[in-house]
């Protein structure tokens, strides 16, 4: 179980803060993203993880201080981080992308799933040795991370109640749940997060700024749009077929990119198995389809088709309407999350190429 805000190791700190002001910060609000919050008071900023899905429920509390005496007074409390921090592991290409933007990339010593990561410093410090693959495939290197020691692990729980598996190193481990807001702008907003630890809060908010007012611009763009496609989103793997629930956050993107997702009316946010059979009755004159794919093979319809010979069967393999994203090539799953106003850009650029004559998209293009 991940230690909630109640932990009886908080008291004394929680106990120190009734007698201080909070103070406002301007330019730090949390305006999007429902999985954490932050308060300022005189020398501590207190930051609440919560579940995005559930506010209410309080994951965690870190208290962030710059001075040794407030440090000093609070040394039996493993949630009260001095700042700044030097050295850290970092087990998502999301929170490394964050970062990066930050200026923070010396800092990283650790990651996960190394043969996963695209980004280019961070490859070459793996192969210096500069930065240490703490986990692979499901597989946590408990010795590795007691010897590198990091001031804190940042982690992205599947499960928000279970603990990690190397929470018995008693690094502290802080989840990062940016995964599980159902906006893209909310996505996007936990750079503020990782920002806070570093003292950069600032700085997080002129990047987000810039981000929604982005954003925001091609969202009025798509609503003059003359019509709104229809659109189905991914293929079958493992005879299931996973599709975003239409409250998601793919489903936000689509609409607001002017389309009209297939499974908009569902009320889930997670994406859900369906039979092809269901999902063919469905969405078989959908006007477009949307996939991501990562593959050494040049993606066409030739590749499709070979894949599964079914797929030839949709209106929008037939008109050849699918929009590509080559996840590995063009770092996605790393970048994408901090850069929704390009993600949005290329859904419309595909959606309504009317509207973006000029425009070059950069992770998402209509398959030839």
Avoid at 199 to 227: L, P, Q, R
Avoid at 283 to 293: E, M, N, P, Q
């Amino acid at each position: 179980m991940i230690s909630c805000n109640n932990d009886p190791i908080t008291s004394d700190i929680e106990e120190y803060l009734k007698d201080l002001k909070k103070s406002d910060k301007p330019g730090c609000e949390v305006k999007y993203a429902k999985g954490f919050s932050i308060d300022y008071y005189d020398g501590i900023t207190k930051i609440n993880v919560k579940n995005p899905l559930d506010k209410s429920q309080i994951l965690n509390t870190y208290y962030l201080v710059k001075s040794d005496k407030l440090k000093s007074k609070f040394s039996g409390n493993k949630y009260v981080i001095q700042l700044p921090l030097e050295r850290i592991a970092v087990f998502s290409g999301t929170q490394i992308s964050s970062l990066l933007k930050l200026g923070h990339n010396n800092e990283i010593i650790g990651v996960s799933e190394a043969n996963y990561i695209t980004i280019p410093k961070i490859t070459e410090g793996i192969s210096k040795g500069s930065i240490v693959e703490l986990a692979s495939n499901g597989e946590f290197y408990v010795e590795t991370a007691l010897k590198l020691n990091p001031d804190l692990i940042f982690y992205s729980p599947y499960n928000v109640n279970e603990s990690h598996p190397l929470a018995v190193t008693n690094i502290l481990m802080v989840p990062y749940l940016d995964f599980k807001e159902t906006t893209p702008l909310g996505r996007a907003e936990w750079i503020k997060f990782n920002a806070a630890f570093f003292g950069e809060e600032n700085m997080a908010d002129s990047i987000f700024n810039n981000i929604e007012s982005s954003y925001n611009h091609y969202v009025d763009m798509a609503k003059t749009a003359a019509n709104r496609p229809s659109v189905l989103s991914d293929k079958p793997f493992a005879g299931q077929w996973y599709v975003p629930g239409g409250k998601s956050y793919i489903a936000q993107l689509f609409k607001d990119a002017g389309a009209d997702y297939i499974w908009k009316d569902d009320n889930g946010v997670a994406s859900f198995p369906l039979d092809y059979e269901l999902v063919f009755k469905k969405a078989v004159h959908a006007d477009f389809w949307r996939i991501v794919g990562s593959t050494n093979d040049k993606p066409s319809y030739e590749f499709l088709e070979k894949q599964n010979e079914l797929f030839t069967h949709f209106d929008a393999f037939k008109n050849k309407k699918i929009i590509w994203c080559d996840a590995r090539n063009t770092a996605y799953f790393e970048k994408g999350p901090l850069e929704p106003q390009v993600l949005l850009a290329d859904l419309i650029y595909c959606f309504h190429p009317e509207l973006m004559p000029d425009y070059q998209p950069v992770y998402y293009f209509l398959l030839n």
